[in-house]
């Protein structure tokens, strides 16, 4: 067992929680006891070493950080917001709470079976290590349970605040969204932090259940200063004839790794998932995508776009896997990366495993730098060569971005990225056009 693993395991022993949670966290300790610390050896994490979790092994939980929040970095959006601040709930910056919302500490009856009926089963917890930690950890979280054939008035906002502390702290965050039949919500996660040095390890794990006909609008936002650690996990079912459209972008850290697991369980469902990365400096991030067609007749559609710059390093690795029943499946996976340095790199594996005889799918992956003629061009016209770099980059990712159906979120997100390329909103509006 790693020196990691060790100290989890006493931190768990600390953590308080209801009653009603003992067990899945018993039973999560004594899995997370057995599993296997990933090497450069274990395929899934060969690009993405954990040495620096051995390095700064968290020696305690987070409190609740007295400094006021920053509003600017908040998404103006008109919803239910939930705000965490390393990981303890803080009311006074929260919106009240609609029936719909709650969180697992008070719970009822009535919603403890609804989380106990489907908390850790969307994936196995031996797939997903440092799931079954969040669960060996789990002392409070977000349920968010819309009834059958019903709407969900205002778009749910969960952000998860990270401030620096004086010692190596550990933030662990559970959110379980539940839509029955022909139910429909929006769900933005944000992650944020100070400007100061981070020096948390946050683990972060969303999983999500749409019911039969059930329609989820799906966004997680990984904004942190660039030394934090992230380790995040989205898991989904998706139902007959559900939807799920989600879209998902990450700046680098010193450590940050983002996994998708989507199971189509009935007829008819349909994913849209789009994702962008933006590491640079000497950041990397680690994009993970696991897409199981169980059913006929299910569509998923992923794209996933990346800009590395600096010495920073991204890994993708998406899969596809259909199924021998999985009759009639349309799936399509592209990952585009764009090299703005020499000393950038990308890992990008791209994977399609089909067992089934009729079906429609493609897969392909690029990785390119930005286009010496088209920079020609820019330049003959006025344009500086940074400029054109800056708005030749921001090209590439602004497909994406356009196709983002919250206003709110699209609007929050370009002054930052233009922030971000170093240059005003302007100069991105004209790569815009």
């Known amino acids: 067992m790693s020196d990691f693993q060790q100290q989890a395991l006493k931190l768990a022993a600390q953590q308080q929680s209801p009653a009603w949670l003992a067990d899945i966290r018993a039973r ?57 601040i390393n990981g303890v709930f803080d009311p006074a910056s929260s919106s009240e709470l609609p029936s719909e919302v709650v969180r697992f500490s008070q719970a009822s009856s009535a919603q403890q079976e609804v989380i106990a009926q489907h908390l850790g089963k969307v994936v196995e917890g031996g797939q997903h290590l440092f799931a079954t930690l969040n669960s060996a950890w789990l002392n409070d ?13 205002k778009p749910i906002y969960v952000v998860q605040v990270s401030t620096a ?67 995040g996990a989205v898991h989904v079912n998706l139902q007959r004839n559900a939807r799920l459209r989600a879209f998902t ?11 998708y697991q989507i199971n189509h369980r009935g007829k008819g469902a349909e994913l849209n998932l789009q994702g962008v990365y933006l590491p640079r400096n000497n950041q990397m991030v680690d994009y993970h995508s696991n897409v199981q067609h169980w059913v006929p007749n299910c569509t998923t559609s992923e794209v996933f776009r990346g800009i590395i710059g600096d010495s920073a390093q991204a890994i993708f690795n998406g899969r596809i896997y259909i199924h021998q029943d999985a009759q009639k499946t ?24 089909i067992y089934a005889d009729d079906v429609k ?15 020609y061009y820019l330049q003959s016209r006025g344009v500086s060569r940074t400029e054109a770099e800056v708005m030749m980059s921001f090209g590439f990712i602004n497909e994406l971005l356009e196709q983002i159906s919250e206003p709110a979120v699209h609007d929050y997100l370009f002054p930052r990225l233009a922030e971000l390329f170093g240059r005003d909103q302007t100069l991105l509006s004209m790569a815009d056009e």
């Open 28 to 84: 999560a300790a004594n899995d997370w006891s057995n599993v296997v610390w990933p090497t450069r050896k274990t395929e899934h994490w060969k690009y993405t070493p954990l040495a620096s979790l051995q390095k700064n092994i968290p020696s305690t939980w987070s409190a609740q950080s007295s400094s006021p929040l920053n509003e600017s970095q908040m998404i103006s959006v008109d919803a239910t917001r939930l705000v965490f």
């Open 141 to 153: 979280g977000i349920l968010v349970h819309v009834s059958r054939n019903q709407v969900l008035a």
């Open 165 to 231: 502390e004086s010692q190596t702290v550990s933030v662990n965050q559970r959110v379980l969204v539940v839509l029955e039949e022909s139910a429909q919500a929006e769900i933005i996660e944000h992650y944020i932090s100070t400007s100061d040095v981070q020096n948390s390890f946050v683990n972060a794990l969303t999983e999500i259940v749409v019911g039969d006909n059930a329609n989820l609008q799906h966004y997680r936002l990984n904004l942190e200063e660039e030394n934090i650690q992230h380790i």
């Open 249 to 259: 972008l990450a700046l680098g850290s010193k450590l940050k790794r983002i996994d």
């Open 330 to 353: 349309l799936a399509e996976l592209s990952n585009k990366n764009l090299l703005t340095s020499a000393k950038a790199e990308i890992n990008t594996k791209p994977e399609l495993e």
């Open 361 to 375: 799918c493609a897969h392909g992956a690029t990785v390119s730098q930005l286009n010496a003629t088209a920079l």
